[in-house]
């Protein structure tokens, strides 16, 4: 299958500052990138996503930035809160074919 | 919105029982679903897609005989999940895209299932 890999299995944060979840993928003919977040015993939620043609997108408190040349992809996110506390996945998808998922990134806030 | 929802959300039963698990998109017609298999600290493995009107794709290593699944209607996706053993005990989640929201292939996840077979 395809790799998709994040850089930290784990993520500790003061609550306010910002966090940067990171992710490598290894196809370059991916052309769609989703960040996801799920909490304990819950299905992933839909954070935010971003085409091959674009390097950055940005929704609400999260920002996901897209390097093609170095296959690399990131998730910002400002004035981290206790409820962002969660797994963060990012998913790659190549025409034609199916989702694939990384391993994940645990995140804890720390009031 | 793009909701969708799954059940029953919590599920016992003894070994060698089948479970059958219900995949609905609420607010939107999906003629694509997915059903994922989640291990505890592990990411999503996807086990199959399922196309409404067809037989369902299954992934390499996943025994369809074993991991039914029906695309009935443009809303409803079931995976039943025959002659259960301790080791089917799992985390299991669908997802469905919309095809009329954001980029298209976005997928929404339901809130997943958990199997627990004794």
């Known amino acids: 299958g395809e790799s998709v890999g994040l850089h930290l299995p784990t993520l500790s944060v003061q609550e306010g500052d910002n966090s940067i979840i990171n992710c490598a993928y290894s196809?370059?003919?991916?052309?769609?990138f989703i960040w996801y977040k799920q909490e304990s015993g819950k299905g992933p939620q839909f954070i935010i996503d971003?085409?091959?043609?674009?390097d950055k997108r940005q929704g609400q408190r999260v920002t996901v930035l897209l390097n093609k040349t170095v296959k690399h992809l990131s998730l910002q996110i400002a004035a981290t809160q206790p409820g962002d506390s969660a797994v963060y996945f990012c998913?790659?998808?190549?025409?034609?074919?199916?989702?694939?998922f990384g391993t994940g990134t645990s995140l804890t806030v720390i009031p | 919105g793009a909701v969708v929802s799954q059940h029953p959300s919590w599920v016992i039963c003894k070994s060698g029982t089948s479970v059958k698990i219900e995949c609905r998109s609420l607010?939107?017609?999906?003629?694509?679903m997915f059903w994922y298999r989640q291990f505890p600290k592990q990411s999503l493995m996807l086990m199959a897609t399922?196309?409404?009107?067809?037989?369902?794709?299954?992934e390499q290593g996943v025994e369809k005989d074993k991991f039914l699944i029906n695309h009935a209607s443009l809303t409803l996706s079931t995976l039943t999940v025959t002659s259960a053993h301790p080791e089917d005990s799992s985390f299991y989640i669908c997802?469905?895209?919309?095809?009329?929201?954001?980029?298209?292939?976005?997928?929404?996840f339901g809130p997943g299932t958990r199997l627990l077979v004794l």
């Open positions: 607010d939107f017609q999906a003629t694509t």
């Open positions: 971003i085409r091959s043609n674009m």
């Open positions: 998913a790659e998808n190549i025409p034609g074919n199916q989702f694939y």
């Open positions: 997802s469905a895209r919309n095809p009329g929201q954001g980029f298209g292939e976005t997928q929404y």
């Open positions: 196809n370059s003919a991916s052309d769609y």
């Open positions: 399922s196309n409404e009107g067809s037989k369902a794709t299954y």
